[in-house]
C-alpha cells in the first residue's frame, strides 16, 4: 500500500490527510473505505477515468522549473537583497491569503481559511529551521523565498510590491545567496495557473521540466 498520512495537513485542516504515492487501484480502494482527505499525484497524460469512477478531482497542475548557475541571468541591483535575519511576524503579514493559486484553496471541499492556515504553519516551521530569506526592496520587506537544498518550498511577494516590477531582481538576489552555498542548481514548483511566476521564472533562464496533475479526494 502507498498511501502516507501528512500530518501538517491534517494539523491544519482538522481531518486525517494523506497522499497516495503512485497509482494503484487497491491504493483507491483501500482510500474510499478510510475517511479523510487525500492528495494524488498524476501524470498529466495518463488516463482519468478510474480516478473520477473513485471520486478524485482535479485541483491543479503544477510544473517544475530548474536553473543551473551558470544559466542564471542576473538581475542585480543595489536597492534589492535577500537578508535570512526576516521577522517572522512580518513574514506572515505578507504569507497569509497569499497562496490563492494554491491547489488547497481551489478545492471546493475545503474551507479557506484552513488553507491560509496551513501555509502561515508551514512558514513558521521553515523560519524556525532557519529555511526563510526575506526580500527587501529599498530597505523595506517586501516579500520572501523558503528554501531547502537548492529547492524553493514556499515563496510570495507583499500584495502592494506586486506588478512593480520587482520579482527579478528580488529572486536575483535570493538565488545568489542560495548558490553562494555550493548549491549548483535551484528548482522549484508552480502552479500552471500562476502565469506572473511561470514568466518570471522564465526570464531568469529557468526551464521548465516535469508536470503533475494534482487529484484530491474528500471520503467521510
Known sequence: MSIEETPWDAAAFGMPTFEIVGFDEQDFIEASRRPGHYTL????????????????YYCDTLIEPSCAKDRFRFHDHPEFCARDDAQLSELMKICHGAFSHGRFHRDFNLDHDLADLRYDRWLESLHEEGKVLGLY?????A??????????LLHAIAEEKRGKGYGKYLWSAACRKIFDKGIDEISS?????????????????????????LYHLLVK
Not at 41 to 56: Q, T
Not at 137 to 141: K, M, V, W
Open 143 to 152: 516579500g520572501f523565498i523558503a528554501h531547502s537544498g537548492g529547492k524553493l
Open 41 to 56: 499525484r498524476v501524470d498529466p497524460l495518463a488516463g482519468k477515468k478510474i480516478l473520477h469512477e473513485y471520486g478524485f
Open 137 to 141: 526592496a529599498g530597505g523595506e520587506l
Open 189 to 213: 514548483s508552480v502552479s500552471a495557473s500562476n502565469l506572473a511566476v511561470m514568466n518570471l521564472y522564465a526570464s531568469l533562464g529557468f526551464r521548465f521540466g516535469k508536470a503533475h496533475d
